[in-house]
């Protein structure tokens, strides 16, 4: 009886200890998240959203200052219809075709994501297309297709708040240009991802 009671008393420690640590943790992700964002001009995360708690499939990943790949920030999370909506009426659709799209870093991926400096001069420019909007590579998100023209599932759309070809901000963000064309070796874009099919909202910023 004495070994029973040890067992749960083990027992429930162990349990109030794990949900203390949850509770700990569980900001820890909004305060990455906010202190990455800092990192950034703050007029081009002006479109990113500002939450005291994280959303049900949160994801957050940024890249920040690296030669070999452009300054990166993007959010998923699922919204309202009511926030998408809102969403939509500050930025253009990007009408999905073969030469919509730009990708900046367009050749990594998890597989070569360790090797691919290596074989950086091996990949060719991009091919220039007039209408063409650089937008970010989404390898590091469940929803990236390699297949895709935007890198994304199908069920998503990509809506643009703004693209410049040139220098935005302090050289030091300028980083990674990866085999753009000409008239875009320097600049920004920003915007969503938006997949209508379960409200899911992907928020990026892309420097190079």
């Known amino acids: 009886m004495n070994k029973l009671k040890l067992y749960l008393l083990f027992f429930v420690l162990f349990f109030v ?3 203390q640590n949850k509770s700990e ?6 305060v990455d998240y906010l202190q990455s964002l800092e ?3 703050k007029r081009l995360t002006t479109h990113f959203p500002i939450e005291k708690e994280i959303k049900s499939e949160y994801v957050f990943h940024y890249n920040y200052l690296s030669k070999y790949s452009p300054s990166l920030l993007i959010v998923k999370q699922k919204e309202s219809q009511s926030i998408i909506d809102s969403l939509i009426s500050v930025s253009r659709k990007i009408i999905y075709s073969d030469t ?3 990708i900046v870093n367009k050749y990594l991926k998890d597989s070569n994501i360790l090797n691919i400096t290596k074989n950086y001069e091996q990949f060719q420019t991009q091919i220039k297309h007039k209408s063409a909007v650089p937008i970010p590579n989404f390898y590091t998100l469940s929803d990236f297709d390699e297949n895709s023209y935007n890198l994304l599932n199908k069920s998503y759309s990509i809506y643009l708040i703004e693209a ?13 240009s990866w085999h753009m064309p000409d008239d875009w070796k320097d600049g920004f874009s ?11 909202v992907i928020y990026w910023l892309v420097i190079w």
């Open 17 to 19: 200890i794990s949900c």
């Open 25 to 30: 943790q569980a900001p820890v992700g909004v």
């Open 39 to 41: 990192k950034y001009p």
């Open 100 to 102: 919509s799209y730009y």
């Open 164 to 176: 410049e070809s040139k220098q935005c901000c302090s050289e030091k963000f300028h980083e990674g």
């Open 190 to 200: 920003r915007g969503y991802a938006i997949n209508l099919e379960n409200n899911s």
